[in-house]
């Protein structure tokens, strides 16, 4: 099955913002739907293959993780300029999670906390110092920050969540979960 | 007392007032206590009292007379001369007031004299407030010089419950608590409703920010609301009333406890009134500082002793209110209309007004207007008028932007409309409301996202909480408000904004939530392109809004630009 | 007690006089999504779910509070209903903290499950991400306010079912809380018969028992008919 009704391979990438990878681990587990999943589309951009650059032209992106810093802003504002369908995957992305549970505190309160007074002590130094991303004020979903066309709920999603939504999308069809696939958690 | 009894009290009380050359009536309602009517009202006694005026001139501290920015103000009634008011009245002023006006030739001052054919007078017809300003609210005999409870005897002896509530429906007469519901129909259900007791009502809870109308009732003549309350009673087969008072509204309180005492000591209230078997017991209830506690269902629960929050209707308080029982709430100043609606005749009433609307109602006139203050005007008067001849204009050569009216449930009327007239339904189709009678002026200063953005903060502050609508609601409108007057909201946000208030409109469980959005909306309808200039172009026509902030796809520049100039501060240091 | 006839979208059907409409609309099986309803308590006409269309009335009308009339024609899913209840736990989701990922009652709560079957897939509201307490003075149960939506089911059944009144609500709106006693750590409060009728009924985790881990609280609330069948008909079999 799963060929693009165009005939073309779907060009398909993945991202990873604020999260644990557990998405991209979910994502894995599709086992031996791997196979068919990249017999149907060729994989452009993510985590788990080397690409620096977010591609120029991408059909379908699933994105793990909340936007937590402005190095999340920036890849974002390209997958969307650059993706025709964006998928949030996994709760992080679609609600902040765990991710957002930082938000209880200002920015520098937690650097503070975790960083300069924790028990590393890392030498860290202000925000935006050039080496590490600057946090963003409050962890944000990523539909509150670009538009977002389909949602994966779920921490991590199932494999068969997961390929349920990618085998519509590589249909060209809207992802319609099943209720027990829609599950927030 | 019976009635004969009652008109001697009054004769008696006309011919002491007119036994005095001169009266000096000086307001005692909280706006000119605030500004030093109590310094004034002791610099007349005083003044009396060194001159050994005391049979010749009487100082009387009366309720509210109407231009309350202009306060302390003073009338003088002198026989031979016309009354004359004066405004700004300092203690000096006031010797010079009264020395003029009790000389063996009295004459009035040149100064401070607010013309008595001024178009702030002479437009307004004062019905409910027929009293206030000219009788001292805390003796029962100058209610009764003017002919109070002569409508209550009235009723108990000529007419039958059926029809007191027929007077009351023919003369049209709407309830002014907000919503103008019929008063003589819900007298009606009452009257009809199966019930071993019956309660009656006052709402005097007032809760919309900057309105006073109902206060001042309540300050400058107690027992017009009483005698309301009475009749209202007597039609509908009560024993007992309760007048539930705002906490904020201390003299109030404390004048209608008075009212009540006198008024049970001469046989006016409490058992067996004016010699009738009717009897009619009123209470007070305080509240505690909610909005909520307006809403009738939520006032019965704080009555009753419990948590003063909403409840489902139906059962509507004519069938099922307090302890279960039939109960007939309405407004205090939908009280204030009755005794003149039976003294007078319905008909009468019926000519005062519009098709639809009838009588007059009071405003507070508030805001960006040369004279703001009290007023009490027939319905269909424009709010041109109001604005223009009773208010005197938009002060400091501004020009006039949005008319406000019904409060965090009403709307903002734009200059376009200005010649509407005033009645329930005309502006219900403007997307306002009449409300409870707050008028709040406003000037081309004004930004009206951040006017809807008032709104919505009292009403998240004020929701009770019960209902999911309104609870999360309003605070989520308040946020969407804030992004886009602090510059960070996306076009989306209108979206969301828009479906978001519609929703609330109608899921929300009682009037709060379901007529939280209106100013919102309302400023929406006539002002959508200052909301548009807020999000596309990050500008406040209006100057007020900071706009410091930025769509959360642009904080990463932001941030940079931020953090480059505190290295470079640090760098200086 | 009379009986009266009404429609339900578009079926005839009959109905005790006495009964309320959401009752009625279950009798049929039709499945309408309630959070502050609960069966054995008062009704509150809180959380809006069971709103329905009524022919003739202007208004939506909360099903669990509004009696049947003769004659009603009440709709119960239209486009509108089913958009305002999703908007509704969007709200709620938005409200506090819910975190179901590290949540008690994950994949047991009421909340997620309606968000799940309405087809709540994301939030489009901010979260309000409130800083609220956890208080864990009890010796059995723990009341975490991050996940508490006000449906006060807990209130009521300790009121009218335990007859303690030990839990109520403090304060208004967005800042309504539920408290122990009159605001006191729930541990010292002696009203508390740590009967746990209200962790039973709490339809999300903000009521647990102590030592509960992710997902391991889950409620029953049959226990409660069992308790009022027994009181009022005594019928004692479970
Ligand atoms: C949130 C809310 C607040 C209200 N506040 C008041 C109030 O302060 N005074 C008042 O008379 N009516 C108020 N009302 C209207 C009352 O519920 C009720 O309709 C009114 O007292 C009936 O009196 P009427 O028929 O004389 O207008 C309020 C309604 C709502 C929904
Ligand atoms: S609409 Fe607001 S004030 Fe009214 S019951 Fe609901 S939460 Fe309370
Ligand atoms: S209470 Fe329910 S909705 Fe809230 S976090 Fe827990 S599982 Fe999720
Ligand atoms: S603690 Fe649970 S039962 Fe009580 S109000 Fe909160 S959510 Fe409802
Ligand atoms: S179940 Fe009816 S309003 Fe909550």
Redesign the pocket.
């Known amino acids: 099955m799963t060929q693009l009704v165009t005939g073309k391979k779907t060009r398909f990438a993945t991202a990873w913002l604020g999260g644990c990878s557990g998405c991209h681990m979910s994502l894995l587990d599709l086992d031996e739907r791997l196979i068919e999943l990249f017999q149907a589309a060729d994989l452009l951009y993510s985590p788990i293959a080397d690409i620096k650059e977010f591609p120029r032209q991408v059909d379908v992106t699933l994105v793990e993780g909340a936007v937590a810093n402005v190095d999340h802003l920036e890849l974002a504002r390209q997958i969307r300029e650059r993706s025709h369908i964006v998928v949030s995957f996994g709760d992080c992305a679609v609600t902040g999670n765990v991710t957002s549970l930082r938000n209880r505190l200002e920015v520098d309160d937690l650097l503070s906390m975790v960083y300069r007074e924790g028990p590393g002590r890392e030498p860290r130094g202000r925000e935006g110092d050039g080496i590490l991303p600057a946090l963003i004020p409050r962890v944000l979903p990523l539909h509150q920050v670009i538009a977002v066309d389909a949602f994966i709920p779920g921490c991590p999603p199932d494999p068969d969540t997961i390929w349920e939504a990618v085998s519509a999308l590589l249909h060209g069809a809207p992802v319609r979960l099943k209720q027990e696939m829609r599950y927030f958690g | 007392m019976n009635r004969p009894e009652l008109q001697a009290m009054g004769e008696r009380e006309r011919e002491r007032q007119q036994s005095y050359r001169c009266r000096l009536l000086c307001c005692a309602s909280t706006p000119c206590l605030s500004s030093g009517a109590t310094a004034v009202i002791e610099a007349l006694k005083q003044f009396v009292k060194e001159q050994e005026l005391d049979a010749d001139v009487l100082v009387t501290a009366t309720g509210c007379m109407g231009p309350c920015s202009r306060g302390p103000l003073v009338t003088v009634q002198t026989r031979d001369l016309e009354d004359v008011v004066y405004e700004h009245v300092t203690p000096e002023l006031a010797r010079d007031i009264a020395l003029a006006h009790a000389a063996p030739e009295p004459r009035a001052l040149e100064r401070n004299l607010l013309a008595a054919d001024s178009p702030f007078f002479a437009k307004q017809k004062k019905v409910v407030l027929s009293n206030s300003g000219l009788i001292d609210p805390e003796r029962l005999e100058c209610y009764v010089a003017r002919g109070g409870y002569g409508a209550l005897a009235n009723a108990l002896r000529e007419m039958t419950p059926v029809e007191v509530c027929e007077a009351i429906t023919r003369s049209g007469l709407r309830?002014?608590?907000?919503?103008g519901?019929p008063?003589g129909l819900?007298w009606d259900l009452v009257r009809k409703a199966p019930g071993t007791r019956k309660f009656v009502i006052a709402?005097g809870?007032?809760?919309?920010p900057g309105a006073y109308m109902?206060r001042t009732l309540m300050e400058s003549d107690p027992h017009r609301v009483l005698e309301g309350m009475a009749i209202a009673g007597y039609a509908v087969g009560a024993e007992q009333g309760y007048i539930y008072v705002r906490g904020e509204y201390p003299i109030a309180a404390k004048r209608l406890e008075n009212a009540i005492r006198m008024a049970e000591r001469r046989g006016l209230l409490g058992g067996r009134v004016l010699d009738s078997s009717f009897s009619f017991r009123i209470d007070i209830r305080i509240g505690a500082g909610a909005?909520?506690c307006?809403?009738?269902t939520a006032l019965m629960a704080s009555v009753m002793g419990r948590r003063g929050q909403p409840s489902p209707r139906p059962p509507y308080p004519a069938q099922s209110g307090l302890w279960g029982m039939p109960t007939l709430?309405?407004?205090?100043e939908?009280f204030g209309n009755i005794a003149p609606i039976i003294d007078n005749g319905a008909e009468w009433y019926a000519a005062i007004g519009t098709d639809k609307s009838k009588g007059t109602k009071i405003f507070a006139l508030a805001g960006t207007v040369a004279t703001t203050g009290l007023i009490e005007v027939p319905m269909g008067i424009s709010l041109r008028e109001i604005i223009f001849d009773i208010g005197g204009g938009i002060p400091n050569g501004r020009a006039f932007k949005a008319a406000q009216t019904g409060g965090p449930s009403g709307g903002c009327i734009p200059a376009e409309h200005l010649d509407t007239p005033v009645d329930y339904d005309s502006l219900r189709r403007l997307g306002s409301i009449m409300g409870?009678g707050g008028l709040v002026v406003m000037d081309d200063t004004s930004c009206m996202p951040d006017v809807a953005k008032f709104f919505m903060e009292f009403c998240m502050d004020e929701s009770c909480g019960k209902c999911v609508p309104c609870r999360v609601g309003t605070v989520q409108l308040h946020r969407l408000l804030e992004h886009i007057t602090n510059g960070s909201a996306t076009p989306r946000d209108m979206e969301t904004l828009e479906e978001l208030c519609v929703m609330m409109q109608e899921t929300s469980l009682?009037?709060?939530g379901q007529s939280a959005p209106n100013p919102l909306l309302s400023t929406l309808r006539y002002f959508r392109e200052e909301y548009q200039a807020h999000i596309l172009e990050r500008t406040c026509p209006a100057g007020k809004c900071t706009m410091d902030h930025v769509p959360p796809l642009e904080q990463g520049a932001e941030l940079q630009r931020r953090s480059r100039s505190t290295t470079s501060d640090s760098e200086v240091s | 007690m009379s009986v009266v006839t009404l429609h339900i979208n578009d079926e005839l059907v009959s109905a005790r006089s006495d009964q309320k409409l959401l009752e009625v609309i279950r009798e049929q099986g039709i499945d309408i999504p309630t959070l502050c309803h609960l069966e054995g308590v008062s009704d509150l006409g809180g959380c809006r779910l069971c709103l329905v269309e009524v022919q003739g009335s202007s208004k939506l009308l909360a099903a669990c509070v509004t009696p049947v009339q003769e004659g009603m024609s009440v709709y119960t899913h239209s486009e509108r209903l089913v958009r305002y209840r999703r908007m509704i736990l969007e709200l709620l989701l938005s409200e506090r903290t819910h975190t179901c990922a590290v949540c008690v009652t994950n994949g047991h709560c009421e909340l997620q499950y309606e968000a799940a079957e309405l087809g709540v897939d994301h939030v489009r509201y901010e979260y309000l991400a409130p800083q609220l307490h956890l208080d864990a003075s009890h010796a059995r149960f723990t009341l975490d306010h991050n996940r508490c939506i006000l449906c006060q089911r807990c209130v009521r059944v300790c009121d009218e079912v335990e007859g303690a009144h030990t839990l109520d609500i403090m304060g208004r709106g967005a800042n309504g809380r539920v408290i122990t006693g009159l605001n006191r750590p729930w541990g010292e409060c002696v009203s508390c018969t740590s009967c746990g009728k209200c962790v039973q009924v709490c339809p999300t985790g903000a009521l647990f028992f102590k030592g509960s881990s992710v997902g391991e609280m889950e409620k029953r609330h049959a226990f409660l008919s069992w308790i009022l069948n027994g009181r009022e008909r005594k019928e004692w079999q479970w």
């Open positions: 309830g002014r608590g907000g919503a519901y008063t819900k709402n809870d007032e809760g919309d109902d909005f909520v307006g809403e009738e709430i309405n407004n205090v939908t409870s009682c009037g709060l």
